[in-house]
Nanobody
Framework: QVQLVETGGGLVQAGDSLKLSCAASGRTFSSRTMGWFRQALGKEREFVAAITWNGGTLYYADSVKDRFTVSRDNAKNTGYLQMDSLKPEDTAVYYC????????????????WGQGTQVTVSS
């Protein structure tokens, strides 16, 4: 069992940066792929980024590539999403997830989810 808690959301202006954290409980977090997703008001949840258990492979949605950086610190059982050059269209609730049973970019395959943290980017 893995429990996830996201922190770091907030209200920022376009062009600003924000770093989200995902604290995990459970001894097996370090062996699981972790993903970040977001859901804007009235839209479906979408893939943002993912990182394999050892950080060896990173995945990004085209919309955030070159602006967002996913990372993790297994010693701290924590994952991160560094978001730079934020745009108003990045406004959404951001979720971290762990342990996909299928494609890492697929929302439906992750077993564990956090409660989400709101990110609002004003223009």
């Amino acid at each position: 069992q893995v429990q996830l808690v996201e922190t770091g959301g907030g209200l920022v202006q376009a062009g600003d940066s924000l770093k989200l954290s995902c604290a995990a409980s459970g001894r097996t977090f370090s062996s699981r792929t972790m993903g970040w997703f977001r859901q804007a008001l009235g839209k479906e949840r979408e893939f943002v980024a993912a990182i394999t258990w050892n950080g060896g492979t990173l995945y990004y949605a085209d919309s955030v590539k070159d602006r967002f950086t996913v990372s993790r610190d297994n010693a701290k059982n924590t994952g991160y999403l560094q978001m730079d050059s934020l745009k108003p269209e990045d406004t959404a609730v951001y979720y971290c997830a762990a342990d996909p049973l299928g494609p890492r970019t697929d929302t439906g395959t992750y077993r564990y989810w956090g409660q989400g943290t709101q990110v609002t980017v004003s223009s």
